[in-house]
């Protein structure tokens, strides 16, 4: 299974005991990229894990897509003795609970909505719902993010400029999450290329959209689920994308592409499995 030594998912562990933030001013919390402003990105989630009987909680992103549904990655869900996910939502300083203009939502494990074909071996169908047990009340910080319409499914969005958001590791030497949210100007990479640096391992499929890292920005560990966002010529801004995995060789150093789950080729699943109408 020589795939699991290079394939990494972008899951973080954290000690509740021994609390993993850093508050070192080291700028580009996600890779080379930058603190956001408070409210610039509304419909970022954090999601918080926790384990039954455990002192660890696992860190993941997400996105608010409707009132009453966030969206985030397969694999961020299916925890062995998870108890409940803790959806936060208008988070900046992510350990500050006390946030102005803050929301927790706890979302017990019936309104886990996976993906039935999810594969954690291939890795493949890496999508998940949430489903909120209230609708939020939206606000400045609150907001949900569109989904794709019909008429983007054929577009495969390469050469174009996505945002990718979070509070995951922002080194590759270091083993903590940053404690402001950033965000980083992602380039979508080809997917001939993607495929290539992957092609032993058989796991980038057209289901899948990547990034370039040879700017030195990129996803990292923390910032699994997040979105992977675009704002198209008209100005209207969607979310193309939720962070998956990468090389464990490194984050952004090696220039191996971050992998996201392509949304577009799961608009389907998403008006099945909740009440959102996709627009045409």
């Not at 706890?106 to 993906?115: G, K």
């Amino acid at each position: 299974m020589k795939w699991f030594t290079t394939i990494f998912l972008y899951l973080t562990v954290l000690f509740a005991a021994a609390i993993a933030f850093s508050t070192d001013p080291i700028g580009g919390r996600i890779i080379g990229g930058q603190e956001a402003q408070r409210g610039q990105f509304p419909f970022q989630a954090a999601l918080r894990i926790n384990v039954t009987d455990r002192p660890t909680f696992s860190t993941c992103g997400g996105s608010l897509i409707a009132k009453d549904y966030t969206l985030t990655a397969a694999h961020c869900v299916l925890i062995k003795d998870v108890m409940n996910i803790e959806v936060h939502l208008g988070a900046h300083e992510i350990q500050n609970l006390d946030e102005d203009g803050r929301l927790r939502v706890v979302v017990e494990p019936e309104n886990f909505i996976v993906h039935k074909d999810y594969n954690s071996r291939s890795i493949v169908n890496d999508i998940a719902l949430l489903k909120l047990p209230v609708e939020v009340a939206f606000t400045d910080r609150i907001q949900p993010i569109d989904l794709p319409s019909w008429s983007d499914v054929n577009v495969d969005f390469e050469g174009k400029v996505a945002i990718a958001s979070g509070w995951g590791r922002y080194s590759d030497s270091l083993q903590v999450i940053s404690p402001v949210l950033r965000y980083a100007e992602l380039p979508v990479e080809s997917q001939r290329i993607c495929m290539h640096y992957y092609q032993n391992y058989e796991i980038v499929t057209a289901s899948n959209i990547c990034t370039y890292t040879g700017t030195g920005k990129g996803t990292c560990n923390g910032d699994s689920g997040g979105p992977l966002s675009y704002t198209d010529e008209n100005g209207r801004k969607f979310i193309i994308g939720l962070t998956s995995f990468g090389s464990d060789i490194g984050c952004v150093e090696t220039g191996w592409p971050k992998v996201f789950t392509r949304i577009t080729s799961f608009l389907d699943w998403i008006e099945a499995n909740s009440n959102i109408k996709i627009k045409p």
